[in-house]
């Protein structure tokens, strides 16, 4: 058999997209995608005859099929190198040993022989176009080159975050933008979700409701939002991630609209309920959006991108306590409906950058599912660790103004005065929790949680004997440490979660499995874990607002529960010492 044949489609021809690209193997043409589905200066891998073929669609135009077979290393993995030009010639360099051959030739520009003596050299494979008449000479119209990069942006063709060439190139700027545009949208998403502990500091006397049953306008949220995490984990393979992003975030438009709509004096106590059950669905985008950047990022990165999306996000919290704030100093307790007003706009506005701007990954992948990772112990004991991070950070977010305004009245006995400070918490955990994601990458998750526990149990102690002495100071002091040791362990317990799969990922490679269905493996059960770790965790929202809400129903004071939460971070620090902390490199 011989490589001669018809020579590599030129810059001049100007297929039309839809044209069909065979590749020929000196006895017949196998058709192996459309001219349009190539994207310049990517490879792609086609099957001809049973060879593994490496396709390229250089930056003029031309097309070129080369073995995808690297002569150096025996891995097929031509089509996944670094396409370039030397001396005006077209180039691949191989991800492997990083020797460069041209594309029109086969030749190696680097070295003459391979080991063993054969020749350093690529097979070359025709390569044609046929079907739909050729498009005619110079640039494609606007439109067609607008439309073609729409839909490009929509649905990438592939993803190969853990191929070094592949991210330099390609992956991490795409990464980069739907990191930021994630950040965005999930930033709204809670804001809406904890709009209501801003919403009860205006709910004065008028209104008719007690410390007990404000505390249970901010449960009932927390509650739904937890809920909703693992389907929204779900939809981001069966929707894909920009489009389900679109979805939830217009759907944040029905709860705020409700707020804005319903919020007056007389209004029934069973009719706000409803209205704030509904804000639950803020709650929910955190998981899609966690599990859509895990897939986008390469392992060695998930800390700290997981770590930034999640702060980002968290940050949604003190913001929405920030413009509650200017509302009650500005126009007074008696406009509540302004708050959520302010979050029309936004709302519509990330929408429509997410769906301008944002990717869906390619199709095919297996969905995540729990079913995978419900009988594994360390999906229980991940969820419980991440319930006495999270759970706390948004617990705390939730009650902590009306927390003050019980516990120290007499100090904070106006809501601004309370709102003044209910942000401070907040903000500071949110900024925190992207290093604890970058602490962990470098230290190990189980490392940082340990520390993180073992301070969060001595904050509560300090809020504990701040609290039945007294010391508004020291209360304070030491509920702001709490709000950053939260956040570090936050980001440090999701680096837990990927590192524990991927940890058994290498495990199973070793015992001869495939890298490739290893891998996948991996991200698939973390993805599930994240999803279902995000719903326990929230839970821990709701908890914390019924541990406040009977303990001064019982006593007037919130000092049992401030003794409950420290010994819960006492046993969490336990079990991370236990058992991730004595040899696991988690």
């Known amino acids: ?140 119209p606007p439109e067609a080159a607008e439309d073609r990069t729409r839909t490009r942006r929509r649905t990438l063709t592939e993803w190969r975050p853990e191929d070094p060439a592949f991210w330099e190139s390609t992956g991490a700027p795409i990464a980069r933008r739907n990191l930021v545009l994630s950040v965005l949208t999930e930033h709204i998403g809670f804001s809406v979700w904890s709009m209501w502990s801003v919403l009860v500091l205006f709910l004065g006397p008028e209104y008719g409701i007690d410390p007990a049953g404000k505390f249970t306008l901010t449960a009932v949220p927390t509650a739904l939002g937890a809920l909703l995490r693992v389907p929204y984990t779900y939809a981001v393979d069966r929707f894909g991630g920009r489009n389900w992003t679109v979805f939830s975030g217009l759907l944040l438009l029905l709860p705020t609209a409700l707020m804005a709509l319903v919020l007056r004096p007389g209004v029934p106590f069973a009719t706000l309920l409803l209205v704030a059950a509904v804000a639950g669905v803020g709650g929910g985008n955190f998981a899609s959006s966690m599990a859509n950047i895990n897939a986008f990022y390469p392992e060695r990165l998930k800390g700290r991108a997981l770590g930034i999306n999640a702060g980002g996000g968290n940050l949604g919290v003190p913001a929405v306590q920030l413009v509650g704030l200017l509302v009650l100093a500005t126009a007074g307790a008696a406009h509540p409906r302004l708050l959520p007003l302010c979050y029309l706009p936004l709302i519509a506005a990330t929408a429509v950058l997410a769906a301008l701007r944002m990717d869906n990954l390619p199709r095919g992948r297996r969905q995540p599912s729990v079913r995978e990772i419900a009988g594994d112990r360390d999906t229980w004991l991940l969820s419980v660790l991440y319930l006495g991070t999270f759970g706390s950070f948004i617990g705390f977010s939730f009650a902590f103004g009306q927390v003050l305004q019980v516990q120290f009245h007499d100090t904070f006995d106006t809501p601004v005065k309370a709102a003044a400070l209910t942000f401070l918490g907040p903000l500071l955990g949110s900024l925190a929790r992207p290093f604890g994601g970058a602490w962990a990458d470098r230290r190990g998750g189980a490392r940082v949680t340990l520390t993180v526990f073992a301070a969060m149990a001595a904050a509560g102690a300090l809020i504990l004997v701040a609290a039945r002495q007294g010391l508004a100071g020291g209360f304070l002091a030491g509920f702001v440490a709490l709000f950053v040791l939260s956040g570090l362990g936050n980001g440090s317990t999701y680096r837990m979660i990927v590192a524990v799969h991927h940890a058994r990922a290498r495990t199973a490679v070793r015992a001869g499995a495939d890298p490739a269905a290893a891998e996948a493996g991996a991200r698939r059960r973390s993805a599930a874990l994240i999803g279902l770790a995000g719903a326990v965790g929230a839970l821990g929202g709701v908890l914390v607002n019924i541990a406040f809400r009977q303990s001064f129903l019982a006593t007037g004071g919130g000092e049992p529960a401030y003794a409950a939460f420290l010994a819960f971070y006492v046993g969490c620090a336990a079990v991370t010492y236990g058992v991730y902390g004595r040899g696991r490199r988690v």
């Not at 490496?54 to 670094?82: E, K, M, Q, Y």
Request: aromatic share 4%; net charge negative; proline share 11%.
């Open 1 to 140: 058999m011989t490589d001669t044949a018809l020579p590599p489609v030129t810059a001049a021809a100007h297929p039309h997209p839809d044209a069909v690209v065979e590749i020929g193997d000196g006895t017949r043409w196998t058709a192996v995608c459309r001219y349009g589905d190539l994207t310049p200066g990517r490879g792609v891998t086609a099957l001809v005859d049973g060879d593994q073929v490496a396709l390229f669609r250089d930056d003029t135009g031309a097309l070129h099929a080369v073995d995808n077979r690297d002569p150096f290393s025996g891995a097929c993995v031509i089509s996944r190198g670094l396409t370039g030009s030397r001396d005006g010639v077209p180039t691949v360099t191989s991800p492997m040993y990083k020797q460069t051959y041209d594309l029109r030739t086969g030749a190696c520009l680097d070295e003459d022989t391979a080991p063993g003596g054969a020749p350093a050299a690529l097979r070359t494979w025709p390569v044609r176009t046929t079907g739909p008449a050729e498009a005619p000479p110079g640039p494609p």
